[in-house]
């Protein structure tokens, strides 16, 4: 189980790779989201509009919201064993990649929650 998010211009077979305009993160203890104070289930979801779209506009707050947590990211992954903290912020950079694409190509993203 996990969050799966979708670039709706470049992601219409809805394929798992990130090439193509997806991002996951898995509901577990590797959960980007989670490690920041965030979640998907309320903070995440109150951006959606109906159907579970998330509109550029909205990718662009959370995606300054994220930028506003990466002092905490670096905090956190100080302590953690080197191959966490490159998982944390791997999964940082992807997501904020994969929100700045949408928001370059001014594509809805579908959500999968």
Do not use: Q
Request: charged content about 30%; hydrophobic content about 35%; glycine content about 6%.
């Amino acid at each position: 189980m996990g969050a799966d998010l979708y670039l709706v211009k470049l992601n219409a077979e809805k394929t798992y790779s990130n090439n193509t305009g997806y991002y996951r993160d898995s509901y577990n203890s590797y959960n980007l989201l989670w490690l920041l104070g965030l979640d998907y289930w309320v903070w995440f979801t109150s951006f959606l509009s109906k159907g579970g779209i998330l509109k550029p506009d909205k990718a662009k707050k959370i995606l300054e919201t994220l930028t506003e947590k990466k002092n905490t990211l670096d905090r956190l992954t100080g302590f953690m064993k080197e191959e966490h903290s490159k998982w944390f912020n791997d999964k940082y950079k992807e997501l904020t990649e994969f929100l700045s694409k949408a928001i370059e190509l001014k594509s809805d993203i579908e959500c999968s929650l």
